[in-house]
Structure formats: C-alpha cells, structure tokens
C-alpha cells in the first residue's frame, strides 16, 4: 500500500491536470481478480483484441482471471488493450503460456511449457511477427528443433539430446534454387546432403558433397533401389 499511495503522490505531482491517467495507473499497479465470464473482448479495424467489461466499460488494469474457481489466466490491459505479460494457466496452476503484448499485439518473449514445468517452446515477436528463432524442446528439456531466418533463408535444424541431427533449407546452387536436406552423425560432421531443385516435379534428386558439388543424380522411378538406400540414410535411429 505504501508502495501505491507514494506512485501516486508522483503522478499527481507530474500530470495533476489528467485524473483518468492517475486512476489507471495506479490499477495497474495492483492485482485484480474477476471471473471469466466478467469481461469480453471485441476485434477493432486494426485485428486488434479490445477488451471490455459486461457492462461494456474499457478495462485498465492488471488482472487475474478464475474460470470454475481455478486459476485460468492472467493479463495486463492498458485502455482496453493487451499492453504487458499475458499468462494462461494449465492444471494445478501451472503455467501453460507466458507472452508479452504492446497494444494488443505480441511484442517481446514467447514461452510455452510442459504440465511439468519445463520449457516447451520459445522465440520472441515485434509488432505481431516472430522476430527471433524458435526452438522446441523435449520433455526432459532437451532443444529438439530450431527454426530460424539467417540472411533471409529460413532455417529447419533437428536435434535430439542436443545434438545435431538434420538440417532443412534452400540454397542457390549455379543458378538453381535446391531444398537441401542435410544429415549429421553422431560426431556432428556432415554425414549426407541430399537436394532437390525447387521448380522441378521430378522424381530426380541430388547428392552433394560438403563443398556442395554433385556427386550423383538419382531418379527413384529408374533407380528405386539406389533411392531407397539414400532416403534410409535419412532416418534417424532410436
């Protein structure tokens, strides 16, 4: 309480002439729990969350939501829309989704998680759109999966115990666009790289060396038996 009555000794001595800011602001300085069938949320021009009470008044404050008594969400609105930590909550209280908003769009950390506790997922947004890698994880926590934009090519990387296993992505190759697959050992040194031109519908792909020179050409309808060998190549064993 002291903490509240000093923050608005200072606001008033800053902005006197603006009560409403005074007033929302210190709501926000303290918890409000409510019921989740006390408010709703409207879409506006810009696809934006507005939310409002049942009795259609603009919602401002910092809010913990209950749904049948058990803790279900918790956000944070500034003049009807999402501004700060949104948190949704799983069984037990734990938390399912932690992720940060500006005006209603996603700005900031992403996190998900296991019931466990454990971090699930994870990547970061500006103004609506990722603006980081995302990388999974296991239920052990264990990075599974890592996708990312390097350069303006989008990256598909697969892991397992943290290691390396695969790789996705397209790569200019003397004029011609390939999705290139990408296979590590146990070592985590290039074990196969396998590409197949982007505009072309045949059953042809290519095998690379790690400088990215072509060292065979495979056609799975011609050659099954030597296709199916590298496409084994790709499984990944237990």
């Known amino acids: 309480m002291k903490n509240i009555l000093y923050s608005l000794c200072i606001l008033c001595l800053c902005s006197c002439n603006n009560i409403v800011d005074v007033v929302d602001e210190v709501k926000s300085l303290s918890k409000q729990t409510i019921d989740y069938n006390d408010y709703r949320y409207v879409i506006d021009k810009k ?16 809010y ?12 944070q609105i500034k003049k009807g829309f999402l501004h700060g930590v949104h948190i949704e909550y799983g069984k037990n209280g734990s938390i399912d989704t932690q992720k940060s908003y500006k005006h209603s769009y996603l700005d900031g950390p992403y996190f998900s998680y296991y019931p466990s506790g454990v971090l699930k997922y994870e990547t970061a947004y500006k103004n609506g759109k990722i603006n980081s890698a995302e990388i999974e994880y296991d239920a052990n926590g264990k990075k599974s999966r890592v996708m990312e934009t390097v350069d303006g090519v989008a990256y598909d990387h697969m892991y397992r115990n943290d290691q390396q296993l695969m790789s996705i992505y397209e790569k200019e190759i003397e004029d011609e666009t390939f999705e290139i697959i990408m296979k590590y050992d146990n070592f985590q040194n290039i074990e196969l790289i396998l590409g197949k031109k982007t505009k072309e519908e045949t059953p042809e792909f290519y095998v690379f060396d790690t400088n990215f020179e072509i060292v065979e050409i495979v056609n799975a309808q011609i050659d099954p038996q030597t296709a199916a060998y590298y496409l084994g190549m790709l499984r990944i064993t237990p």
């Open 47 to 62: 696809d934006r969350r507005g939310y409002v009470t049942t009795d259609n008044e603009i919602m401002n404050g910092h």
């Open 64 to 75: 913990v939501v209950l749904r049948d008594g058990e803790l279900y969400e918790e956000f």
